[in-house]
């Protein structure tokens, strides 16, 4: 079962915010580049090292890891498997 939610935050402007581009660099960081043209480095090592539940840590394997998509302006891991929301990436801010 695929469930599929539309958030919308019209204050924010998240909504219209978009990743145009993701690089892998290595050690579970990512270069992300936004629609605005914002781009941060994201390191999700700290993230997937402290979770505790078994499909998050899976991505520790840093081949499955590396192995992500760009869907629909989001990071995307095996068919939404692993996703993060656009705010906390643009601000740089993902924890457990």
Same mark, same amino acid.
Do not use: C
């Given at each position: ?15 219209? #915010? ?6 892998? #660099? ?43 998509? #760009? ?26």
């Amino acid at each position: 079962m695929k469930i599929i939610v539309n958030y919308k935050d019209s204050e924010s402007g998240f909504n219209q #915010l978009k990743i145009d581009t993701a690089k892998y #660099l290595s050690d579970y960081t990512i270069r992300i580049r936004f629609s605005d043209g914002k781009e941060n480095i994201i390191d999700f090592k700290p993230f997937l090292s402290k979770s505790l539940h078994p499909s998050i840590k899976k991505y520790l394997d840093e081949n499955k890891f590396s192995d992500f998509s #760009l869907t629909d302006g989001n990071l995307n891991w095996n068919d939404y498997d692993l996703i993060f929301p656009i705010s906390d990436l643009y601000n740089g801010q993902i924890g457990v």
